[in-house]
T-cell receptor, first 114, second 109 residues
């Protein structure tokens, strides 16, 4: 079982360019999440989705957008990248939200914005 | 505000025991998670506590005191492969996960 896959593994992006980070899960989980992880800080929630067709804002949503057209895919888009978006991005999923279901993480995308 | 505190870094010796502490102040409490994260990899689930007391799972145990806003992760018989960061996370009243910055554990032979 693949679990959660993310692409690309890493990327260097020029400031002002747009980019979509891909996330796909095969566990049929209803809930999906996007986090960023920066040195010295805890994981910070960017956006989440309780179920296909719905999305919500997390702690640090500015500069990012998401969509959830189906259960499996949850892409994260940076419309116009800035250097402060340099980070490691993790996608995660859980069976549901509103409970204490364990979150399972993808391998991450390391993004550098120059 | 919501806050999770963990030591930044700890060092221990192979074969020994280490305790990683986590204190939290959150708006409500619906459980506490511990995750392990090896360098360059994704966090992976270790344990979950929602009631006070000790949960044991092999070499790893996790303790919770809700009245003190305190948890610890106890690792016994340390192995070199236990070198990793250990993340504490609390589920608040809205079932959002609040994450600590993690404790980097260095194991020396």
């Amino acid at each position: 079982t693949a679990g959660i896959t993310q692409a690309p593994t890493s990327q260097i992006l020029a400031a002002g360019r747009s980019m979509t980070l891909r996330c796909t899960q095969d566990m049929r989980h209803n809930a999906m999440y996007w986090y960023r992880q920066d040195l010295g800080l805890g994981l910070r929630l960017i956006h989440y989705s309780n179920t296909a067709g719905t999305t919500g804002k997390g702690e640090v949503p500015d500069g990012y957008s998401v969509s959830r057209a189906n259960t499996d895919d949850f892409p994260l888009t940076l419309a116009s990248a800035v250097p402060s978006q340099t980070s490691v991005y993790f996608c995660a999923s859980s069976v549901t939200t509103g409970t204490t279901d364990t979150q399972y993480f993808g391998p991450g995308t390391r993004l550098t914005v120059l | 505000g919501q806050n999770i505190d963990q030591p930044t870094e700890m060092t221990a010796t192979e074969g020994a025991i280490v305790q990683i502490n986590c204190t939290y102040q959150t708006s409500g409490f619906n459980g506490l998670f511990w995750y392990q994260q090896h360098a360059g990899e994704a966090p992976t689930f270790l344990s979950y506590n929602v009631l006070d007391g000790l949960e044991e799972k092999g070499r790893f145990s996790s303790f919770l005191s809700r009245s003190k806003g305190y948890s610890y992760l106890l690792l016994k018989e340390l192995q070199m492969k236990d070198s990793a960061s250990y993340l504490c996370a609390v589920t608040d009243s809205n079932y959002q996960l609040i994450w600590g910055a993690g404790t980097k554990l260095i194991i020396k032979p």
